[in-house]
């Protein structure tokens, strides 16, 4: 992920191993990660069972809120693929009968968007 494009805040991908190696004590047995970003100080990784923000706080980042949403709590999703003069996808999530997104997350166009579609699809729709 390239500096400017996470100060405009877009996420990149992250490797599994690093996730795993950072965030592994998360985890539940049977617990898998599938994809994770980061963006600037925050991460987000989607395992098997459910969803993981990570939201490092102050200036040091050593405050760390982990927010776990599982996937049946998630009524609608949606991505916006880059376009030709975009920066950055989009994605969009709804939580329960909220009327606005939840969580909006923004990709730097070397993230292919289908495959976090892909993995919402997969677990959202059982």
Same mark, same amino acid.
């Given at each position: 992920? *390239? ?10 991908? +992250? ?20 994809? *994770? ?16 923000? +990570?939201?490092?706080? *102050?200036?040091? *980042? ?6 776990? !949403? ?24 709804? +939580? ?6 939840? !969580? ?8 292919? %968007?289908?495959? %976090?579609?892909? %993995?919402?699809?997969?677990? %959202?729709?059982?």
């Amino acid at each position: 992920m *390239g500096l400017f494009s996470a100060l405009l805040g877009n996420a990149g991908t +992250v490797s599994q191993e690093e996730l795993q190696k950072d965030y592994g004590k998360l985890l539940i047995d049977g617990e898998e990660i599938e994809l *994770g970003f980061k963006l600037i100080r925050d991460t987000f990784i989607f395992t098997n069972k459910r969803l993981i923000l +990570v939201d490092k706080q *102050g200036l040091t *980042g050593s405050k760390i809120e982990y927010k776990s !949403i599982s996937y049946k709590s998630i009524s609608r999703f949606s991505i916006e693929t880059a376009g030709t003069f975009d920066l950055d996808a989009e994605l969009k999530i709804w +939580v329960s009968s909220e009327q606005i997104p939840s !969580i909006k997350k923004q990709f730097n166009k070397s993230v292919n %968007v289908y495959d %976090v579609h892909n %993995v919402l699809a997969t677990h %959202v729709l059982k």
